[in-house]
Nanobody
Framework: QVQLVESGGGLVQGGGSLRLSCAASGRAVSNCGMAWFRQAPGKEREFVAAITRSFGRTYYADSVKGRFTISRDNAKNTVYLQMNTLKPEDTAVYYC??????????????????WGQGTQVTVSS
């Protein structure tokens, strides 16, 4: 059983920064494909960023590329999402997810086996 616990969300003004954390237990994050997704009210859950099991390659949605950075700390078994230059359209609940089998389809929410409870990010204009 894998547990993922997100933290770090909050209210921030446009142009500001936040860092989300996803603390994992039950499996090493270095042995999973890890990702962040988000869901805004009335919208479907969308891919934000992913980091691969092997080599730690990173992938981003076009809407966040250049502003967000996904990383992991193997010693702390934690994955992070550094979010800079935040915009009101980044407002959403952010979820951490783990793909134990590493399908390679990093932007497909359906391949992730475990999800965190989510953390709210609100960006004011």
């Amino acid at each position: 059983q894998v547990q993922l616990v997100e933290s770090g969300g909050g209210l921030v003004q446009g142009g500001g920064s936040l860092r989300l954390s996803c603390a994992a237990s039950g499996r090493a994050v270095s042995n999973c494909g890890m990702a962040w997704f988000r869901q805004a009210p009335g919208k479907e859950r969308e891919f934000v960023a992913a980091i691969t099991r092997s080599f730690g390659r990173t992938y981003y949605a076009d809407s966040v590329k250049g502003r967000f950075t996904i990383s992991r700390d193997n010693a702390k078994n934690t994955v992070y999402l550094q979010m800079n230059t935040l915009k009101p359209e980044d407002t959403a609940v952010y979820y951490c997810a783990a793909d134990l089998n590493y399908s390679g389809r990093y932007s497909d929410a359906g391949v992730y086996d475990y999800w965190g409870q989510g953390t709210q990010v609100t960006v004011s204009s």
